[in-house]
């Protein structure tokens, strides 16, 4: 899992990702590509 200080420009990369809010982070999941996760925070 990768830490980013802006998420916007990773969200942008597969239209498959989501961005989830979990316990105050900032997630960004892939479902189709289990390897694309991203933290912010």
């Known amino acids: 899992m990768k ?4 998420l ?3 969200k942008g990369r ?3 990702n989501r961005m989830v809010r979990r316990k105050g ?3 960004i999941i892939n479902k189709k590509n ?3 996760k991203v933290r912010q925070g």
């Not at 830490?3 to 802006?6: A, D, K, M, T």
């Open 3 to 6: 830490i980013f200080n802006s």
């Open 8 to 10: 916007k420009s990773v």
């Open 34 to 36: 289990p390897r694309m």
């Open 25 to 27: 982070r900032v997630y």
């Open 14 to 16: 597969d239209r498959n």
